[in-house]
């Protein structure tokens, strides 16, 4: 990484309180654990009002990384535990030990050395080592669908996807997307039209490919302007991987698949 570089994240990191705690584990504690396990002021603290805060927070910080910086930083790694919040909930981003630095007006690179989280990764990153600005802006979108929905995107859903990005696609196909939504949200009657209009930012974030992709300013741009027009999403990547299965087996041919990625090593007798 270039040294010229090290205050800056620097300053970021030390932006960062002692006391912040990981977004990750304050959405899905609240949804995950059993009813009678569950903790009613954590329940409170994520309201709409306070996951806008957190998700436009995020947007402006990698706005500010992207566009605003000495030197153009991508992150690599956005990702929910990677999102800390202060006492006040509000986000700093976190784990710059990926980062990478574009100079002057360079917008994208490539490596052979393939680092991140899968799930959080864009397609043209993860199957090529391209990454780019647009690889942050992937990562964003599905944190954004986190957030939105209280779900990991790493499950098992009700669709032919094995994702949350196939499942939120599937359900925004067929007009039943405040299904997505989590449930300690559904009292808030007011915000389900912000709800659906931040699910199709989500998935213009998620697209295939990373033209399609808005930068972080449109991003930031349709967070806080209602008044801004949206574009209808493409399908996301890596939607619809039960339905390769099973087209892949319906030739005759038989894969073998790890769905957690975990290695799967075969022993045949010579």
Same mark, same amino acid.
């Given at each position: 990484?270039?040294?010229?570089?090290?205050?800056?994240?620097?300053?970021?990191?030390?932006?960062?309180?002692?006391?912040?705690?990981?977004?990750? $584990? *304050?959405?899905?504690?609240?949804?995950? +654990?059993?009813?009678?396990?569950?903790?009613?002021?954590?329940?409170?603290? *994520?309201?709409?009002?306070?996951?806008?805060?957190?998700?436009?927070?995020?947007?402006?910080?990698?706005?500010?990384?992207?566009?605003?910086? +000495?030197?153009?930083?991508?992150?690599?790694?956005?990702?929910?535990? @990677?999102?800390? *919040?202060? #006492?006040?909930?509000?986000?700093?981003? !976190?784990?710059?030990?990926?980062?990478?630095?574009? $100079?002057? =007006? %360079?917008?994208?690179?490539?490596?052979?050395?393939?680092? $991140?989280?899968? &799930?959080?990764?864009?397609?043209?990153?993860?199957?090529? &080592?391209?990454?780019?600005? #647009?690889?942050?802006?992937? !990562?964003?979108?599905?944190?954004?669908?986190?957030?939105?929905?209280? #779900? #990991? =995107?790493?499950?098992?859903?009700?669709?032919? !996807?094995?994702?949350?990005?196939?499942?939120?696609?599937?359900?925004?196909?067929?007009?039943?997307?405040? %299904?997505?939504?989590?449930?300690?949200?559904?009292? %808030?009657?007011?915000? /389900?039209?912000?709800?659906?209009?931040?699910?199709?930012?989500?998935?213009?974030?998620?697209?295939?490919?990373?033209?399609?992709?808005?930068?972080?300013?449109?991003?930031?741009?349709?967070?806080?302007?209602?008044?801004?027009?949206?574009?209808?999403? /493409?399908?996301?990547?890596?939607?619809?991987?039960? @339905?390769?299965?099973?087209?892949?087996?319906?030739?005759?041919?038989?894969?073998?698949?790890?769905?957690?990625?975990?290695?799967?090593?075969?022993?045949?007798?010579?």
């Amino acid at each position: 990484m270039d040294r010229s570089a090290t205050p800056i994240i620097s300053l970021l990191l030390l932006s960062i309180v002692p006391a912040a705690v990981a977004i990750l $584990g *304050l959405i899905f504690y609240c949804v995950r +654990r059993k009813p009678r396990s569950r903790d009613p002021t954590k329940r409170m603290l *994520l309201d709409w009002v306070t996951r806008v805060q957190i998700i436009e927070g995020i947007a402006q910080g990698l706005l500010y990384l992207h566009q605003y910086s +000495r030197v153009r930083i991508i992150h690599r790694d956005l990702k929910a535990s @990677n999102i800390l *919040l202060d #006492k006040d909930m509000n986000p700093k981003i !976190s784990d710059f030990g990926m980062a990478r630095i574009c $100079g002057g =007006n %360079e917008l994208q690179a490539n490596t052979s050395r393939i680092v $991140g989280t899968y &799930g959080y990764m864009s397609p043209e990153y993860a199957l090529e &080592g391209i990454f780019s600005i #647009k690889s942050d802006v992937f !990562s964003f979108g599905v944190l954004l669908l986190e957030i939105v929905s209280g #779900k #990991k =995107n790493t499950g098992l859903y009700r669709t032919d !996807s094995l994702n949350l990005l196939g499942y939120a696609w599937d359900l925004w196909t067929s007009n039943t997307t405040l %299904e997505l939504i989590d449930p300690i949200l559904e009292d %808030e009657y007011s915000s /389900k039209h912000m709800l659906l209009r931040y699910v199709n930012i989500a998935l213009l974030c998620v697209q295939e490919s990373a033209d399609d992709r808005p930068t972080m300013n449109d991003v930031v741009s349709m967070l806080t302007n209602e008044a801004a027009a949206l574009r209808s999403p /493409k399908q996301p990547a890596f939607s619809f991987v039960r @339905n390769t299965v099973t087209s892949t087996s319906s030739t005759g041919k038989t894969e073998d698949c790890s769905v957690n990625q975990v290695t799967i090593s075969i022993l045949e007798a010579r």
